[in-house]
């Protein structure tokens, strides 16, 4: 594998993970590529991080359910030929690169917050503890509250 693949799942147990996209961004050493993923190789004409962002979007994402092949629960497989033939539309590469270097802005954003909203969750559910301990060992006198 070399940086600016795409790494692709073939197969999976879930239907979900089936067809997920990641981008290679650097390797300290080389790599074994597993007989469940397909490696794409984008052209020059091709932006990787925005094929990583195509093929993970709602409307791949809807292809490749309509593509695989396999059972709930035992592997579900996406054929090679099947992969080749989903309709993706490319803009110029200025503009793909434009794109994606929103998707990764936009997305980084909303990841911290999701870390800080877990980080308040934690901290809510630390406070709703200490205050039911404090209830009910008398720390805090509750009587009168209704």
């Known amino acids: 594998m070399e940086e600016g693949d ?6 999976s147990g879930s239907p979900d993970l089936v067809g997920s996209a990641a981008i290679v961004e650097h390797l300290d050493y080389r790599l074994i590529l597993s007989d ?5 190789q984008p052209r020059r ?7 990583a ?10 292809q490749v359910r309509r593509a695989i092949s396999g059972a709930d629960g035992l592997a ?3 054929p090679l030929s099947k992969l080749r033939g989903f309709e993706m539309h ?3 590469l200025e503009e793909q690169r434009r794109i994606a270097a929103y998707l990764d802005d936009q997305t980084a954003k ?3 917050l999701i870390v800080e909203t877990e980080r ?3 901290l809510a559910r630390e406070r709703r503890s200490a205050l039911i301990t404090a209830a009910v060992t008398g720390e805090i006198d509750v009587r009168g509250v209704a």
């Open 45 to 51: 004409s091709t932006d990787s991080r925005f094929l």
């Open 53 to 62: 962002w195509s093929l993970n979007s709602g409307r791949y994402r809807i």
């Open 90 to 92: 490319f803009p110029s």
């Open 36 to 40: 469940k993923l397909f490696r794409l």
């Open 120 to 122: 308040f969750i934690e």
């Open 110 to 112: 909303i990841d911290m």
């Open 76 to 78: 579900n497989n996406l």
């Open 6 to 11: 795409v790494i692709v799942s073939r197969a």
